[in-house]
């Protein structure tokens, strides 16, 4: 997969690969001749980006994107290797693979694809018990880009160790200030303030309807060259882009509130699931960005709707799946169509869009069903048809009894502990229900 992925990225090919040819060497000889990104200025990435940069450095600028291509391949090596020690293993890295290949060459391009691989790992410990450790890898992927901590957040919400969760997020954190300010830096935050007054990136879903004025002459889209980036403007546009870090954080918010709420009432693994689908899925849709690699931060939520197993889960990874050969097809593919608003290319950024919509709204209605007390969609039929298909799976034979036992269909009465509970819980609890119209008998 890695090597037709590579062969993607030849830039004869595609131009997927730019940002690893030439903005990232750029950054590194900017910083040795006139002062380091995040530590003599300020910066839009958080300082731990410097990292695989740096490392892919080693053999020198010109070596630079051959060297980080070996490297995203082996740091996904190890992360594959661990996931096919979590139960299901086998589908979550099949998942994994299927995720990367439809979203194309961009995803082995962009810091995002070692924060994503820092994640599973991450993921792979929780799976074992190692609370501690799992924090502090979602932790090392924040300070490299923003988005797992919201990973974070879940595992915060959901798990009981909230005292070795904060402590490894605190140590982690800690240590990075620390050397930043060892380094002389007064902007290792600066990460947290250089969003603000950037414009409206054509593929964020709040320019869709901007990017369709461009498309019948009203509008246009620019190049802004220093963030690197097309932009839209036109009347109301300055608006949007200022509202859409406020509306962010407080989605983001809302959300937790909501998952809170529901990960303490009665379907604890189901709110979990949802809650980190719902948090990533927000952070998309309400960004002003919106960069193709950013379905790379689905990854994870992918990964545990498929974990989760229930016709419902794998409806959401469907839905994920899906964003992810849009925004192949939209870059790199036919990009060049739509920084100049062709139509055609507008349409299938618009069809992106309202996946990218689709899968918010349909884990906030699921999260708020998991928030309701009483049984999740518990008929006897799909009961049946859940212990039919674990019965193929010898780490889940527990969950599927379980399941019975929870409505009574089972030989038994006694309720028994569940195998295959969602990793970012770990609480031997309830466990995720089969699928149904919410029938309540």
């Known amino acids: 997969m890695h090597a037709l992925l590579a062969i993607l990225n030849i830039p004869s090919v595609t131009d997927a690969y730019g940002d690893v040819r030439t903005v990232y060497p750029f950054w590194v000889q900017q910083s040795v001749e006139g002062g380091w990104l995040g530590i003599d200025v300020e910066w839009v990435y958080p300082l731990l980006a410097w990292v695989p940069i740096l490392v892919s450095n080693v053999l020198g600028t010109d070596a630079l994107p051959l060297v980080w291509m070996l490297m995203v391949t082996a740091l996904d090596a190890v992360a594959f290797a661990l996931l096919l020690r979590m139960p299901r293993g086998h589908v979550l890295a099949w998942v994994w693979l299927g995720l990367q290949v439809a979203l194309g060459p961009v995803a082995l391009g962009r810091i995002d694809t070692v924060a994503v691989a820092v994640c599973i790992i991450g993921l792979a410990v929780l799976r074992q018990g190692r609370t501690g450790w799992a924090a502090a890898a979602f932790t090392v992927a924040a300070w490299m880009k923003v988005w797992p901590g919201v990973l974070y957040l879940a595992m915060l919400i959901a798990r009981r160790e ?4 904060l402590l490894a997020g605190a140590l982690v954190s800690g240590a990075v200030l620390a050397v930043a300010a060892l380094l002389g830096s007064e902007h290792a935050l600066s990460f947290l303030f250089q969003q603000g007054d950037r414009g409206l990136q054509i593929e964020a879903v709040a320019a869709t309807p901007f990017m369709w004025l461009a498309a019948f002459g009203d509008g246009y889209v620019y190049f802004d060259r220093q963030i690197y980036t097309f932009q839209i403007d036109y009347d109301g546009v300055s608006q949007v882009a200022e509202l859409a870090t406020p509306v962010l954080v407080a989605a983001v918010a809302a959300l937790c509130v909501l998952g809170a709420v529901a990960v303490r009432r009665a379907h604890r693994h189901e709110a979990i699931v949802w809650l980190a689908v719902a948090l990533v899925a927000a952070l998309i849709v309400t960004n002003k960005v919106g960069s193709p690699q950013f379905v790379l931060w689905l990854t994870l939520p992918a990964l545990l709707l498929a974990e989760a197993g229930a016709r419902r889960h794998w409806i959401g990874v469907g839905a994920i799946g899906l964003v992810a050969l849009l925004t192949q097809l939209q870059f790199p593919w036919t990009y060049e169509w739509l920084v100049v608003a062709d139509p055609l290319a507008v349409l299938l950024l618009t069809l992106r869009n309202l996946v990218h919509v689709g899968i918010l709204v349909g884990a906030v209605v699921m999260l708020v069903r998991a928030a309701r007390r009483g049984p999740f969609a518990l008929s006897g039929d799909e009961r049946r048809e859940q212990v039919a298909n674990a019965a193929r799976l010898d780490e889940e034979g527990v969950v599927a009894e379980a399941a019975l036992e929870h409505d009574g269909f089972g030989a038994g009465g ?22 149904a119209d919410d029938e309540r008998r």
């Open 162 to 165: 909230r005292g070795r969760i």
């Open 414 to 435: 006694a309720r028994r502990d569940a195998g295959g509970e969602a990793a970012l819980v770990g609480d031997r609890e309830e466990p995720i229900a089969g699928d």
